[in-house]
């Protein structure tokens, strides 16, 4: 970190961020501009922002070596900034909020301020320090608390950035959100349509037996078989999808060969959307990964279905993996509409289903997602979205290394 601040770097940025904000725009692209005003100011090897919702954080923009780590749960400890704006906080000191998933080096500290609304805390912002570093002084805090100023500002515009549960009006919005019907939602279209389908060559093969034929027979019975799967998986995740603390059902975790389990799980995948996927990237070896191996199926299920959904029928759908010294990474990257950025979050939630245009053209419960993550953090690892580099989405897990 150098002795003084940019000072040139930070007064070009306040002034882009200050346009930006009082041309009306607000959310997470403005946010992660200010992470990386942050970085470039201070000098350090990255920087990160974590969201504090209710017992827990989460990292929802990050620049530099914390890049990996988006979507990333974290312990929130906010109490040792409530005395002081900023502090400086050694790693292994924060519950594994920031600890051993930084991208390369020896970073052992991390120089953080709280950025808040009103009275209340909505996070925290973070620049990371080399261990050669010396101790960061007082200019460098008071830059990282002006900077906190700004992404308090953003929050105090309740727009365009994932919901926050201890800002009154917006936890109403959550209570009305999951006081939703779910039960009519499910019975209307997804519950429907593997019922309807089952029904009607069940009594296809009762009415029909005879002139069906052997191999009629056996196609109906393989669609039967088919759309059953489809309905108990349906039933697992709304079931699992009941309350926070519900257990979701799997084996038990241990190493395991990540690019064999996505290969078997692309084979129970259905055979059109088996067809789109794009399986270039999954290298022979990697390490192992550490979790349930039998999740994969449901993970991998619940990206590409919707991967499928939000691109045209014409557009590969790529699945790659790879690995770095703490995770092993797989992704599912599409060339659709895009995930708009105030949605990466908000994708994660239970029962949200977009803007009332997405609901119209690719209905459902708005569980896929939320169950994603569940699965994801109950191994330890995490799952992120983001826009893809000329169009589409990139839906990305990590688990940890075997």
């Known amino acids: 970190m150098p002795d003084r601040p940019d000072y040139a770097a930070l007064t070009r940025g306040q ?52 890049a990996g780590a988006l979507g990333r749960r974290v ?37 953080g301020a709280r950025c808040e609304v009103g009275d209340t805390i909505v996070g925290s912002l973070h620049v990371y320090l080399d261990a050669a570093d010396g101790e960061p002084g007082p200019e460098h805090h008071a830059v990282l608390e002006l900077l906190a100023a700004y992404v308090g ?9 994932p919901i926050h549960g201890h800002l009154p009006e917006v936890a109403e919005v959550h209570r009305r959100q999951e006081a939703r019907d779910l039960w009519v939602a499910v019975t209307s279209h997804e519950l429907r349509t593997p019922v309807t389908v089952i ?12 002139s ?10 393989r669609i039967i078989g088919a759309r059953a799967g489809e309905l108990a998986r349906l039933v697992d995740r709304l079931l ?6 519900g257990e979701i059902g799997g084996s038990a975790a241990g190493p395991f060969d990540l690019v064999e389990a996505l290969r078997s799980a692309v084979e129970e995948l ?38 499928d959904k939000y691109s045209p029928p014409d557009t590969p759908v790529e699945l790659c993996a790879s690995a770095d010294d703490q995770t092993v990474t797989f992704r599912v990257s599409d060339r659709g509409v895009g995930v708009k950025p105030d949605h990466v979050e908000k ?16 209905p459902g419960a708005g569980l896929g997602l939320y169950l994603v993550r569940r699965i994801v953090e109950r191994q330890h690892g995490w799952v992120s979205l983001r826009p893809r580099e000329g169009g589409g989405t990139v839906a990305e897990v990590r688990l940890p290394r075997g």
């Open 15 to 66: 002034i882009a961020v200050l346009d930006r904000i009082n041309a009306g725009e607000a959310g997470l692209p403005v946010l992660n501009q200010i992470v990386r005003l942050a970085q470039d100011v201070l000098g350090g090897p990255g920087a990160g922002f974590a969201e504090y919702s209710p017992g827990h954080g989460r990292i929802i923009a990050a620049s530099g070596v914390w």
């Open 75 to 111: 312990d929130r400890d906010d109490t040792r900034l409530r005395g002081s704006r900023t502090l400086l906080l050694p790693l292994d000191s924060l519950n594994d909020e920031f600890a051993s998933h930084v991208d390369g080096g020896d970073r052992r500290r991390t120089l």
């Open 153 to 161: 500002r953003l929050y105090g515009y309740r727009t365009g950035l």
């Open 199 to 210: 029904k009607g060559y069940a009594d296809t093969l009762t009415n029909h037996w005879d």
């Open 212 to 221: 069906l034929g052997e191999q009629g027979r056996q196609e109906a019975v």
């Open 240 to 245: 699992s999808a009941t309350s926070e603390d």
């Open 270 to 307: 259905p055979a059109d959307l088996r067809g789109r996927l794009v399986l270039d990237e999954l290298p022979a070896e990697l390490p192992k990964a550490f979790g349930d191996r039998d999740s994969l199926a449901t993970i991998l299920t619940e990206l590409a279905t919707n991967a």
């Open 347 to 362: 994708a994660f939630e239970r029962y949200w289903q977009g803007e009332s245009g997405d609901r119209r053209h690719h």
